[in-house]
């Protein structure tokens, strides 16, 4: 049967412009492959299905584009797969666009929002048939076998007659080894990293492209909502089976890996068995991953460096273990000091700090600390987001009781804690709080880690042009944001400040608005490339 898979995406800035297309051709984007997507294709495909992908990162296929695709192909089944609460509104909009040219086609949502709120995206999306929820693997080939009658399909959400029903929920899949690898060369595109601006992955101009060795984490961190989708649960593909893949990306040409594995460091026997597995298959794929700093492997870091893992990202999230426990991180501010020097000591060339600001019952003295303690680790690069809330979380339900949030009413929305808790700091003193401590660390990055900071400086310039690193170094001395960089509207795979509060008031815009919203954001995204291009253009002649 003929599947079509859309990864859909808040229409951003991902394309780089034409004239950086890859030697092969391929258009580049500048972001994460779409490997959910990537993972059901490889597996239908092995069925003997047909399957046709489209990333909304790809310029050339807009939604006009992927709907005549449809007529003309015929696809049985059209899957929307989408991350978050702020694609939902897009993934709303593609949908319904199809449904009004083809009544016939089934349509079916996937993903991690679409997994969490299936009841409600049903009955505010009546013209979607499906919504999947949970892994997709497994689900897919037997939503083909019962698209007339899914009552036998677990964990689908559909309506019949009229009542939306919900199939019971089925049994997590531990044995991952039984997938191919992800299809990641049916798309004709290229991904290059995102800029080194808020995910920096393994810095490198290597073909980029991601992996999943594990799936869940245990732990319930109050603003997430993965223990939720993965019922608490941890599951992880075994050693040999993420070195093969390894061997088999080596072979396509990639040269920079990231796990989006939610805790890779859990299993200390695991991650010995792939880094000796990766030194004695002569891979040379530079990697990186995330993980907690309470993690028991930490002795293994050394042999993670060997094996070519360049980044190691930390959630810190606070240097005030007020705040650490406000969020039910369980971890010490001493933990956090601990595995950063670690990593270091080990080698690991970039440790990067995930960060929040702007928590419930959060000072000043909090968030000072927080930039303290991010000056005085060993990191060599951090990101400092605002906290938000999405349903789900354990964060939702505590707002839902105190009546901060209505879960009726704002289910699809997401909110910045501090637009919505009177226990947060203002908007504008976060704001402050944010560029002093940014200056501070800066400086003190400067003063007592020169050689670590200008190592990363020349990483950075071989990314962006030398105004844009400059600008990036200013920008907290600036005092008011000037506005993103042409690299930062490039690469707004990584979501900024600004960004990310409009990505925020996006999903509580009615559809009409959104929908004039993206015309006008389209015509601004085609001038600002032909721009980019004639400035190019006029470059190459000079
Ligand atoms: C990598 C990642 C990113 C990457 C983007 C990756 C990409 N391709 O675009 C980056 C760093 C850019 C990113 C950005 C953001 N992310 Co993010 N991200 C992740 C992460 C860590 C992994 C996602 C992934 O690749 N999973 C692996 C693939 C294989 O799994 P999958 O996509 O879920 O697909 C499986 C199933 O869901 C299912 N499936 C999926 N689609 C479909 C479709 C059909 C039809 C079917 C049947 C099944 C199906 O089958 C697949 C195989 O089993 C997740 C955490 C997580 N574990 O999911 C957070 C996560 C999805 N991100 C999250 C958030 C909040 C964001 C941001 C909003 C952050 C921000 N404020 O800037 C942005 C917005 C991104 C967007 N535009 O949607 C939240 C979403 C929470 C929510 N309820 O909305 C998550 C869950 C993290 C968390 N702990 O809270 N993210």
New binding site residues.
Partial sequence: MMVF?I????P?FYALPAKTRAKNGNIRVM??????????SSVLKRAGHECVMFDQ?NPETPNEVIIEEIRKKQPV?V??????????PYAKILAREIRATNGKVKL??????????ATLVKQQCPEVD?V?R????Q??LE?LEHLDDPSCVESVTWAKDGQVVSNPNRKTERNLDQWPF?DRESLKLDFIE?MPL??PCVLSLERFT?M?TS???PWSCV????PV??EGKWRSRTPQHVVEEFKHLQELGYGAV?F???HFLLQPKRIETICKGLNDEGVTIQWGC?GRVDSVAQHLFPAMAKAHCRTLMFGIESGSQKMLDRLNKEQTLAEVETAVTNAKKAGIEIVHGFFVVGSPDETVEDMKATFDFAARLPLDTFGF?RL?V????PMWHEYVKRDLVNDGADWYK?FKCSAIDPTCLPGEVIHEQRSAGLRRLFVYKLLHYPVQTFRLLRRFLRYMPVRDVVYLIIKPFLGKKKGATKAEVLSR???HGA??EA?AQMTQVSDETLEHILRESKAERLRIQQEAEGSRELASVR
């Fill in positions: 898979l990864h859909v995406r808040d951003q972001g994460f492959p779409p490997i959910g997507i990537m993972s059901l990162a089944l899957g929307l797969s989408f991350l978050s609460t702020t694609s939902y079916a949502f996937g993903g991690v929002f679409a997994s969490l709120n499906f999947c949970g892994d997709g693997e689900l897919m939503l992800p995102s808020d995910v991601t999943q799936r869940g984490c603003f997430c909502d993965i989708f993965n990231y989006v594995d939610d995330e987001n938000c999405y349903r789900g979380t997401y795979a990584v979501e960004m990310k990505a």
